[in-house]
């Protein structure tokens, strides 16, 4: 069945440091692909998706790029900040489908 | 406020009881969804409505749990007999038909002592 694989955080990292949180996917079709974050204390927000191969998603400085054939949909900022603190989750929507898969999520902290 | 909202927000109930939340979608979507969320974890689909329509329920849905959506709009989730592995974040989202952007409430937590 589909499903999601995403690094393993926590992620620690310095105010304005480079973020990558790799995420790889197994899907049948051609699936929409998704970040959402979760801030403390919050809901999951939708952050970026991608809808077809090669598309760029991007948002508050976050982007991610569908790549069809390495199935990632690896996500990057070039400078975080303190309130980018959360747990972001790669996600996947199958063609037709009704339902959205997730990954484990990935906890980022950054330090002032 | 015009996202999904969730009641209540935090819940706490001894084994053995019964538990029912609420899920108000956003007014024009038609699609509405059950996930449940356990600490560390992604959130895992449950069910889905189509308007009034139960169209699908994954395995994780035992017996014990019911969910409704009597007039395509609200939908409530009920737990019949709750044991502490029901403890978890229960969340709900909604969309729009032909749209697979889903759009999450702020969930209800479950605590089962």
């Known amino acids: 069945g589909d499903s999601v694989t995403q690094m393993e955080g926590p992620v620690t990292l310095s105010e304005e440091a480079f973020l990558t949180i790799n995420c790889t996917y197994t899907a049948t079709g051609y699936p929409s692909l998704f970040w959402y974050v979760q801030y403390p204390g919050e809901g999951l927000q939708l952050l970026l998706k991608?809808?077809?191969?090669?598309d760029k998603g991007s948002n508050k400085g976050f982007e991610a790029t569908y790549r069809k054939e390495t199935t990632s949909f690896h996500l990057e900022k070039g400078s975080v900040q303190v309130s980018d603190s959360a747990v972001y989750f790669c996600?996947?929507?199958?063609?037709?489908?009704?339902?959205?898969?997730f990954g484990a999520g990935t906890r980022l902290f950054v330090k002032a | 406020d015009t996202g999904v909202s969730q009641n209540p927000r935090h819940k706490i109930t001894k084994r053995g009881q019964n538990v029912t939340f609420r899920c108000d979608p956003i007014s024009e979507h038609n699609r509405l969804y059950w996930y449940r969320q356990t600490l560390g974890q992604g959130p895992e689909f449950l069910t889905y409505f189509q308007n009034e329509a139960q169209l699908e329920k994954s395995r994780l849905l035992s017996d014990r749990f019911s969910a409704e959506r009597p007039k395509g709009s609200f939908s409530t989730l009920e737990i019949q007999r709750t044991e502490q592995g029901d403890s978890a974040m229960y969340l709900c989202?909604?969309?729009?038909?032909?749209?697979?952007?889903?759009?999450f409430g702020p969930g209800t937590r479950l605590t089962v002592l």
């Open positions: 989202a909604s969309s729009l038909p032909g749209y697979n952007e889903q759009f």
């Open positions: 991608a809808t077809k191969a090669d």
């Open positions: 996600a996947l929507s199958s063609t037709g489908g009704f339902k959205t898969i």
